[in-house]
């Protein structure tokens, strides 16, 4: 239960006794009141802005508004003190009976604590990683598949119904480009000598494998062929093989992509055609000559009638070409049909997760997402920021199988899929990331992901040495959930507990703003707090968690470290990470 959001619901409760009380107007907008964490703890536990939000409406100002709901708030079961400060905040303080309870909550809920209903089922499509199929993925692929998979865990947690998309670009010139490559080693595999790789083509030793099953299953059938009869049937062969290594790699990752679309499908099923019609017929296509564009002129710009798209209309910065100059369609065109097909398969929320090189692509596939469904869909473009790989702070060499980049494969054989998802997430998607292969691998608080399942570990360590001396049936949760919580009343266990307590508004309020790396950041705050008491208990043995001479406070302390290790494994779980039952060196 989200304890902010359940308390808001009492605050308009309230609000509407003083209504019927003749203390405020009937009629009151009260969608923009809110009850949040203050800013500064030292303030309190909850603080609410609704002096400052109905004010105008009660025809009165937020300082004398804000007295009255205090003195109201205050005969509020659990608070006992609410304060004004600054502008009309009411800061709200609760009785330590109102916390202890949320341990109960977590203990009752298990690893679903946190799950909610905000999203109330409704349909999210969230396309990721679509790499182009000319290559293995590598380490800038593995942050985007990351991002896009934590988010979809997320919104599912928060109640979304999710839908988890790869975009095959299979259609256009890099992959007749793939093709050609793909024949070269063909040819090699034949026995031939092929020499140094061509300009232009792909020269990964990835190819090699292609060509050699391509060999053996089709012998010389293509060797004397013109390209015009062999590079459809070789293009489609490539791109089948190439996308089941991706496939491999992402499940290796932990990465579950339930739909594949096929540009290539789509163009052929003249869903192009038909998106440029839709926008054609909304008066949203024309014909018509292009600025240059702005800074030094490219050598080969003309200023030529092109199809354009009234992009600007719907806040891009230019208008946009639909079509190329030889009349096929450009990828723009593409995509535009592409999210004119999602928004017929019934999304209306469209999130795409896409590399850095991308960000210049953001306004044109908002415009055209707007003006292909009138407005009814949205399209939230999450842009991934490059990832460095480094190791003891030195750049990290190119992969040999790949010949221009390490791989995703390489990276994973290195350090482990928890270590790559995790620390993914360490950083917002649009914040370039360094990932130092020793950093990441060590034992240290310094490293986020250690330091987050150490936190588990130790909570499964203290509750193996609990049941050595107390029976299995006192450990459960559901009895844990009844132990004398009035107990875990020190500052540190406060302080713990009302972190615990932000874990379902801190999904909620991730998952509204599509931002995953919260998951990640909370984790952390959560495990920093439980080391604290941890380490304290070194010092003064009343702080330990196990204490023979005291039963009734061991069974509350055990039920804190029970939640703790239910809801990082609930955060864990979002991340796409295990939690660890023990820590090895």
């Known amino acids: 239960m989200n304890v902010f959001k359940g308390f808001r619901r009492q605050l308009l409760a309230l609000l509407d006794g003083m209504v019927a009380a003749g203390e405020l107007p009937a009629g009151l907008d009260t969608a923009r009141v809110t009850v949040e964490p203050p800013r500064e703890a030292s303030h309190g536990d909850m603080s609410t802005n609704a002096a400052m939000v109905l004010a105008a409406q ?174 459809p049937a070789i293009r489609d062969f490539a791109v089948d093989r190439m996308m089941a290594g991706i496939r491999e790699d992402l499940a290796l990752l932990g990465i579950g992509i339930t ?20 926008l054609s017929a909304r008066g949203l296509v024309y014909q018509g000559v292009l600025d240059p564009p702005k800074g030094k002129k490219p050598d080969d710009w003309e200023p030529r009638p092109q199809t354009l798209f009234r992009a600007t209309a719907f806040g891009d910065d230019v208008d946009r070409p639909l079509r190329k100059s030889d009349g096929s369609w450009t990828y723009f065109a593409n995509d535009i049909a592409y999210h004119l097909d999602k928004f017929r398969r019934g999304f209306t929320v469209l999130i795409d997760v896409l590399g850095a090189d991308h960000g210049g692509y953001v306004k044109r596939m908002q415009a055209a997402t707007s003006a292909i469904t009138g407005g009814e869909a949205t399209l939230d473009v999450k842009i991934c920021q490059l990832v460095h790989l480094m190791d003891q702070g030195r750049p990290v060499k190119m992969s040999k199988r790949a010949g221009t980049f390490v791989t995703l494969r390489d990276v994973l054989d290195e350090v482990g899929r928890d270590v790559v998802r995790f620390i993914m997430l360490t950083r917002r998607n649009d914040q370039t990331l360094e990932f130092d292969f ?49 107990r875990l009343a020190g500052v540190e266990e406060m302080a713990l507990i009302r972190i615990l307590a932000g874990w379902p508004r801190l999904v909620e309020a991730a998952a509204e703003a599509h931002e995953a790396h919260r998951v990640a950041f909370y984790l952390h705050d959560l495990a920093s707090a439980f080391h604290t008491l941890w380490n304290k208990g ?46 090895r060196s």
């Open 438 to 486: 020793a950093r990441v691998t060590e034992q240290s608080k310094d490293n986020p992901v250690f330091y987050v399942q150490y936190c588990h570990a130790r909570c499964r360590s203290v509750l193996r040495h609990a049941a050595q001396d107390l029976p299995a049936a006192a450990l459960t949760a559901e009895a844990l959930a009844g132990a004398p919580l009035h």
């Open 259 to 278: 739909v594949f679309s096929s540009e290539r499908a789509l163009v052929a099923a003249g869903a192009v055609q038909a998106a440029f019609e839709e």
């Open 538 to 583: 070194k010092d003064d043995t009343t702080l330990r968690f196990l204490s023979a001479d005291d039963p009734e406070l061991t069974l509350a302390r055990l039920a804190l470290v029970q939640a703790v290790a239910m809801v990082v494994a609930s955060g864990l779980a979002v991340i796409g990470v295990e939690p660890v039952e023990e820590m």
């Open 58 to 231: 009660a025809a009165t100002t937020p300082r004398e508004l804000a007295p009255r709901l205090a003195r109201r708030l205050e005969t509020v079961p659990g608070v006992t003190a609410a304060a004004v400060a600054g502008p009309g905040f009411v800061n709200l303080s609760f009785a330590p009976a109102f916390w202890q309870a949320q341990v109960a909550a977590v203990l009752r809920a298990g690893t679903a604590y946190g799950a909610g209903t905000l999203g109330a089922g409704r349909p999210v499509n969230v396309e990721y990683v679509s790499a182009n199929p000319t290559g293995p993925l590598h380490a800038a692929h593995a942050r985007g598949a990351v991002v896009g998979d934590a988010l979809a865990n997320l919104l599912e947690k928060a109640g979304f119904t999710v839908s988890r998309e790869y975009y095959i670009n299979d259609a256009g010139s890099q992959v007749e480009t793939l093709a050609r490559s793909a024949f070269l080693r063909y040819r090699e595999a034949l026995g031939e000598e092929i020499g140094e790789i061509p300009a232009g083509l792909y020269p990964g030793d990835y190819l090699k494998a292609v060509g050699q099953a391509l060999a053996e299953r089709d012998g010389g059938r293509w060797r004397d062929q013109p390209e015009s009869v062999w590079l």
